[in-house]
C-alpha cells in the first residue's frame, strides 16, 4: 500500500498548488529602465510564466541592447520585447534566433508646443526636430513618414537627437521646434501646452495601407532552445498574453509595482499605467509580421543595413500553439 500512499501524497500537493515536480526551465532577459519595464515588471512580479508551469530565471538588463546581446551568445534563452529592427537584423545575419511574438507598439505623437507657428507635419520643412538617434527603428519611422506622407526629406529638416527625457527639455526650453515623444512621456507633461501634429501609429497605417501597427519589440528565442522546448515558449506566449489582459484591467496595481520596481513617483507610474493598452500588445498575427518585415525594409535607408529579412526569421509555431492553450 506504499505506492498508493505515496501517489495519494503527491496529488494532495499537487492540489495545493505545489510547483510541478518538472517544471520546464526557461531564462528570460529583458530591459528594465526602458520601454519595456512595465509589461516585463508585470510579468516577473506576477508570476504568469510560473502559472503556466515553467521554471524562469529573470535576468534584468539596464541597456536596451543587453537582451539581444546575451541571447547572441546563448547566455539566455529568450529576449522578452528586443528592439524589433536590431531582432530582425541579427536573425538576417546568421544568429540562430526566432521571432516568435510582438510585444510593444511603436507608439509615439509629433508634437510642437501649442502657440508655436508649426500648426501641422507640412510645418516641420527647414524645422529642428527632436528625435531618438539615427539607427533607431522610431528614428526610421519618423523620417520614412515625413518623406513619405508630408513630402518632407530627411536633408529638408534637422535632427536634435536624445532620450525621451532630452527631447521634453528641449521642447519645452524652446530649443527644437518639434518632438517625437511617446505617449506616456506626453502624460507626465501634463503641465506643458502641447500641439499634436501627427500619430505615428495613424501615419504609419497610411503609409503601408494595412490596419497593423508598427512594432517596436519583439520576443526572440535561441534556436537551440526553441527545438527542445517549443511546448515551453507556447506556455510564455501565453503567460505575455495573461499579463497582457491583468495590466489592461489593473492598471492601478500596474503603477503601483513600477513605483517600487523603477522608483518612479506615483503621478509618473500612473501615467505608464494609463498608456498600457496604446503601449503593448502581444500578437504575431500574420499582418504583424507582415508590419516587421515592412519596417525592417525602412531602416537601411537610414541605418545601412544590408541583409534583407528572412521568412525563416519568424515562428508562428509556438504562437499558434498558445491560442490553443486555455
Known amino acids: 500500500m506504499k505506492p498508493l500512499k505515496h501517489l495519494v501524497a503527491a496529488l494532495m500537493l499537487i492540489g495545493l498548488g505545489a510547483a510541478p515536480l518538472h517544471a520546464q526551465k526557461i531564462k528570460v532577459g529583458y530591459w528594465t529602465s526602458g520601454f519595456s519595464l512595465g509589461f516585463g515588471t508585470v510579468m516577473e512580479q506576477m508570476k504568469f510564466a510560473e502559472q503556466e508551469g515553467l521554471q524562469v530565471e529573470w535576468v534584468r538588463f539596464g541597456e536596451v541592447n543587453g537582451p539581444t546581446r546575451a541571447i547572441v551568445s546563448n547566455a539566455i534563452d529568450v529576449a522578452?520585447?528586443?528592439p524589433s529592427t536590431n531582432s530582425i537584423g541579427i536573425a538576417a545575419d546568421g544568429v540562430p534566433v526566432k521571432i516568435v511574438l510582438a510585444t510593444q507598439i511603436a507608439e509615439a505623437q509629433i508634437v510642437a508646443l501649442d502657440?508655436?507657428?508649426v500648426k501641422a507635419p507640412a510645418d516641420l520643412k527647414g524645422k529642428k526636430i527632436?528625435?531618438?538617434p539615427p539607427g533607431s527603428a522610431a528614428?526610421?519611422?519618423t523620417t520614412a513618414i515625413l518623406e513619405r506622407n508630408f513630402g518632407i526629406k530627411p536633408g529638408e529638416y534637422s535632427v536634435a537627437p536624445g532620450n525621451e527625457a532630452q527631447l521634453a527639455q528641449f521642447l519645452t526650453q524652446k530649443d527644437i521646434d518639434a518632438a517625437v515623444l511617446r505617449s506616456v512621456t506626453l502624460a507626465q507633461m501634463s503641465d506643458v501646452k502641447l500641439r499634436r501634429l501627427a500619430s505615428v501609429v495613424d501615419e504609419w497605417k497610411k503609409l503601408t495601407k494595412a490596419g497593423a501597427p508598427p512594432i517596436l519589440a519583439v520576443t526572440i528565442v535561441y534556436n537551440a532552445y526553441l527545438?527542445?522546448?517549443r511546448e515551453?515558449?507556447?506556455k510564455f506566449i501565453v503567460a505575455a498574453r495573461n499579463a497582457l489582459q491583468y495590466g489592461s484591467k489593473n492598471k492601478a496595481k500596474v503603477a503601483e509595482m513600477l513605483e517600487k520596481a523603477a522608483n518612479m513617483s506615483a503621478q509618473d507610474a500612473r501615467a505608464y499605467a494609463e498608456q498600457w493598452d496604446n503601449a503593448y500588445i502581444a500578437s504575431f498575427e500574420p499582418d504583424d509580421i507582415a508590419s516587421l518585415k515592412r519596417m525592417y525594409e525602412i531602416v537601411?535607408?537610414?541605418s545601412g543595413v544590408k541583409n534583407p529579412a528572412h521568412d525563416?526569421?519568424?515562428d508562428q509555431g509556438p504562437y499558434k500553439r498558445a491560442k490553443q492553450i486555455k
Open 232 to 234: 515551453a515558449v507556447a
Open 139 to 141: 528614428h526610421a519611422l
Open 312 to 314: 525563416d526569421s519568424f
Open 115 to 117: 502657440g508655436s507657428p
Open 130 to 132: 527632436g528625435m531618438t
Open 227 to 229: 527545438e527542445k522546448n
Open 80 to 82: 522578452f520585447a528586443a
Open 300 to 302: 537601411p535607408a537610414t
